[in-house]
């Protein structure tokens, strides 16, 4: 079955610092890959979204480029703020189903 | 505005009692989830719906039941709680990519339930 993995389950940064948070997946359908931020006590909100091979997805400061050679989406900021600080979930798309299967998630923490 | 809505927000409950927590939503999605979230396990998916009537089994749905009485709403059902179904629980609607405009599920505000 679908399969995303986020390497880091904890990342801890000061302010001002760039920040990159890995995901990688495994599909044998078309990949549709999404970002999804959640902050403490609330739903998950989306963040990016990408279908495209090699088009950069961008919003909110925060960008992410689809490869499906090497089936990752990585989500970078060139600078973090204290308001990022949030737990990020990378998500893989069944493009049939609209089944959503998530990584564990990366907790991003920014220090003043 | 496209919007999710679960209740309870808040439910506790008791061992072997029947817990239904609903969802409902106003945006016209085909699809429907429902996930629960645990510390160190992300969102699973429990069960999903295509459209009303139809329920099919995501990967965690032992110990609940899933309910499609019509587009706009979805329950999950515990018949016998456990303590070990204590979590957070989301509700989400979307369509499938290719199928609509909204190619990500919207997520609902969560209910938090705990089983004693």
């Known amino acids: 079955g679908d399969s995303v993995t986020q390497t880091e389950g904890l990342v801890t940064l000061t302010k001002g610092l760039p920040v990159m948070l890995n995901c990688t997946y495994q599909?044998?359908?078309?990949?549709?890959l999404f970002w999804y931020v959640q902050h403490l006590n609330e739903a998950p909100k989306l963040l990016l979204k990408?279908?495209?091979?090699?088009k950069r997805t961008e919003h909110q400061g925060f960008y992410a480029t689809l490869h499906k050679s090497s089936s990752s989406f990585h989500l970078q900021k060139s600078s973090v703020q204290l308001s990022d600080s949030a737990l990020y979930f990378c998500a893989l798309s069944e493009t049939n189903t609209g089944k959503l299967t998530f990584g564990d998630g990366t907790v991003l923490t920014v220090k003043p | 505005e496209a919007a999710v809505t679960q209740s309870p927000r808040n439910k506790v409950a008791v061992t072997g009692g029947k817990v239904t927590l609903s969802c409902n939503q106003t945006?016209?999605?085909?699809?429907m989830y429902w996930y629960r979230q645990d510390t160190g396990h992300g969102l699973r998916l429990i069960h999903y719906?295509?459209?009303?009537?139809?329920?099919e089994k995501g990967d965690i749905p032992d110990g609940y039941k899933a309910s499609r009485p019509s587009q706009e709403n979805f329950s999950l059902i515990l018949e016998l709680a456990t303590p070990s179904q204590t979590s957070v629980y989301f509700c989400?609607?979307?369509?499938?990519?290719?199928?609509?405009?909204?190619?990500?599920?919207?997520f609902g505000e969560g209910t938090r339930l705990s089983v004693l």
């Open positions: 945006n016209n999605h085909n699809n």
């Open positions: 599909t044998t359908y078309s990949p549709f």
């Open positions: 990408s279908s495209t091979d090699n």
């Open positions: 719906s295509y459209g009303a009537g139809s329920t």
């Open positions: 989400a609607s979307g369509d499938a990519p290719g199928q609509g405009d909204n190619q990500a599920p919207l």
